[in-house]
């Protein structure tokens, strides 16, 4: 069954997690992301895709202004920022007070998404890369999203270990920065550097993943994972991601960082119905 956490947001606000799965919409404001690059790289496009995700049913937005898919082309911090945070304080501007995460592994690009609204940072690199970026989180006083991305990981060693080995040394940085225990989320890290068979011993390991004590966010959304096993292309991929989010949400899991809302949402619902017993009519 599912922990229940309570992360506190700017603006004395609550994020609670627990057995109700919660629902992180991706907007990528990118030219070249996997799936949907170039869709919502203008500000209206942005603007339009953030609310109807919201009227899905959609609980965190996650923004992103630079591409992480293999062979993707790096981002100067300067375009990054041209590309996020216009559409983080339209958002704000036009009253969205649904949270706001700033996808993305740069400090400067963090502190000022956070200066311009948003209230969450997910950090790619697992405060793994810059140094700076648990500096900047604690200073803000906003939740981590610390993702496992380890390409000098052991092979031979059983993917979960690998990841919980990572997660000590995350932790570790997080408490130094003086971060908050509550203000920590792990996510796992599907699809980056990682085999087919690592990604799949990696869903099937959820249940232990989650039981580290820390509320544990899935990303596994049109992801190659799942374009490999079934032999398709990232817009036919629905199926299988809600596969993937139903069975890491019978798990413990507790957020989906999906593309599709709706249809992930409601997959959840009946999950949770199974789970726990439907509302009371």
């Known amino acids: 069954m599912h922990t229940t956490h309570a992360i506190p947001l700017p603006g004395h606000r609550t994020l609670t997690l627990g057995p109700r799965p919660t629902l992180m919409g991706i907007l990528n404001v990118t030219p070249d992301s996997f799936s ?41 911090t300067q375009d990054e920022l041209d590309r996020v945070i216009p559409v983080i304080e339209a958002l704000i501007a036009t009253g969205v007070t649904t949270p706001i995460s ?3 592994y740069k400090p400067l690009v963090a502190d000022q998404a956070i200066q311009a609204g948003a209230s969450i940072v997910n950090d790619v690199h697992g405060l793994q890369g810059a140094p700076e970026m648990a500096d900047i989180a604690a200073l803000h006083g906003v939740p981590v999203i610390a993702m496992h991305w380890d390409k000098a990981r052991d092979l031979t060693r059983p993917i979960a270990d690998e990841v919980r080995r990572y997660f000590e040394i995350t932790i570790a940085i997080a408490e130094r920065a003086g971060i908050e225990r509550a203000n920590l989320i792990l996510d796992p890290g599907f699809g980056f550097a990682k085999a087919l068979s690592d990604n799949y011993a990696m869903l099937n390991a959820t249940q232990t993943l989650a039981k580290g004590g ?7 959304s049109r992801k ?19 596969a993937t989010t139903v069975m890491a949400y019978a798990q413990g899991a507790h957020i989906f960082r999906v593309h599709d809302i709706r249809p992930n949402r409601d997959a959840l619902r009946v999950a949770q119905a199974t789970l726990y017993g439907p509302p009371e009519t």
């Open 102 to 104: 700033i996808d993305t």
């Open 36 to 76: 949907d690059g170039g869709e919502h790289a203008r500000l209206d496009a942005a603007i339009a895709h953030a609310r109807a995700m919201i009227a899905e049913g959609a609980d965190i937005i996650d923004i992103g202004g630079e591409s992480t898919r293999p062979g993707a082309t790096p981002v100067s």
């Open 224 to 242: 190659s994972m799942i374009g490999k096993l079934l032999g398709n292309d990232p817009h036919d991929r629905l199926a299988g991601t809600i």
């Open 214 to 220: 820390y509320p544990l966010l899935i990303g596994t």
